[in-house]
């Protein structure tokens, strides 16, 4: 069975950074499309930033430039090192396939505010 635990979310301010981490089990995140996804209030769950097998990345226009989505073969982990956070970045983040998703996980509060 397919786990995926999220964590290393927290409080911050304006400007500053944050690593999540995505440790998943019952899979190889190195054989598939891996997401970053996260969910505001009152918002749908968007896809924000994904690692495809070969290790390509993208990210949606929202974090460009400020987010980096890595993978970790050995450990079997996905992180997300989010930096120049804004306020509107605020959101749980969670992390899944892009394609055939897994059950979510309990995903990482992410609050930046001063």
């Known amino acids: 069975q397919v786990q995926l635990v999220e964590s290393g979310g927290g409080l911050v301010q304006p400007g500053g950074s944050l690593r999540l981490s995505c440790a998943a089990s019952g899979m190889s995140v190195s054989r598939y499309f891996m997401g970053w996804y996260r969910q505001a209030p009152g918002k749908q769950r968007e896809l924000v930033a994904w690692i495809t097998s070969g290790g390509s990345t993208n990210y949606a226009d929202s974090v460009k430039g400020r987010f980096t989505i890595s993978r970790d073969n050995a450990k079997n982990t996905v992180y997300l090192q989010m930096n120049s956070l804004k306020p509107e970045d605020t959101a749980v983040y969670y992390c899944?396939?892009?394609?055939?998703?897994?059950?979510w996980g309990q995903g990482t509060q992410v609050t930046v505010s001063s």
């Open positions: 899944n396939r892009v394609s055939s998703r897994a059950d």
